[in-house]
């Protein structure tokens, strides 16, 4: 038996960090095994499993959702999940595309105008409340707050002070990668989300 030679470049974008994972992805590699593209951050992974039906061949895949707690599993014939046309996975809740197949520089592209998609959803400080003007409140954008914590490369032996947290912005990310976290807030509305971190 002689297995085609089809491929395709699949994508999403870890939950966790923000990065887009992207691999090419062959009828072989499927056949033989699960395939478990993982995020170099190492928290999130998408699978993708193959059924060769005899009538109708299918890739059962899950995808990690950047909005939903839990992935979702979406079962797709072999002949769309290996066509160079864009295939787009939708969350089924945000209708924001999670997961994505078809030719490499298509995928890029469609990952790149998802990412966009997502940071047209963050709020902005274009308005101010008299609050925030009070309190001289200024959130850390979350592409900011995340690189800060990258760049300073904060892990679970760390101790991390955020002395005017705010939401915790900055804080949360700390949190994530297993430091222990100590946060300041004047403003008791914005402490009582912190006591959520």
Known sequence: MVLESRQTTVAYRCPQCGAGVMS???????????????????????????????DSPKV????????????????VSSSIFFKDDLFLLPCPYSDINIAVTGETNKVKAE????ELELLELLPTQTKRTEE?????????????????????N??????????????GGIAVFAKKDGATVYVNELDNRRLEVLKNL
């Open 111 to 114: 990952l790149a105008r998802s």
């Open 132 to 152: 925030m003007d009070k309190f001289q409140q200024f959130s850390t954008p979350p592409s900011i707050a995340y690189l800060a914590n990258y760049t300073a």
């Open 60 to 75: 059962r895949i899950s995808v990690p959702c950047v909005l939903c707690p839990n992935p979702h599993i979406y079962t």
């Open 154 to 167: 904060v892990n679970k032996n760390d101790i991390m002070l955020e002395p005017s947290a705010g939401i």
């Open 24 to 54: 090419v992805v062959g009828l072989f590699n499927l056949n033989a095994d699960m395939v478990k593209l993982k995020c170099d951050c190492g928290e999130s992974a998408m699978t993708l499993v193959y059924s060769n039906d005899k």
